[in-house]
Nanobody, 122 residues
């Protein structure tokens, strides 16, 4: 699968952004999809994931603020981010894989997008 993220940008603290990840390939609906982020000088970290069946998982700081969803007809996964904080600033990556468990583990995913920058100003 080929993944292309979009929707990043600069937003003030408290604002919202919606990231999109468009995937190619006929088996998108069978993939688990994840969002990860990497801030400068830090390791890539898990944000949220959604299974092919629609079950979701969130990192603790994202829970209640971020919502992951998918539209299999459009081969697209979304990350709605509300109440953004400066510490959310990072490059956000979309990932896809045929995994069922270990959704928060980057190494379990097979395909990655190029990333989209999210910057939250204070």
């Amino acid at each position: 699968a080929h993944l292309v993220e979009s929707g990043g940008g600069l937003v003030q603290a408290g604002g919202s952004l919606r990231l999109s990840c468009a995937a190619s390939g006929r088996t998108f609906s069978r993939y688990a999809m994840g969002w990860f982020r990497q801030a400068p000088g830090k390791e890539r970290e898990f944000v949220a994931a959604i299974t092919w069946g629609g079950s979701s998982l969130y990192e603790a700081s994202a829970k209640g603020r971020f919502t992951i969803s998918r539209d299999n007809a459009k081969n697209t996964v979304y990350l709605q981010m509300n109440s953004l904080k400066p510490e959310d600033t990072a490059v956000y990556y979309c990932a896809a894989g045929g995994l069922i468990t270990g959704l928060s583990v980057a190494g379990r995913y097979d395909y990655w997008g190029q990333g989209t920058q999210v910057t939250v100003s204070s």
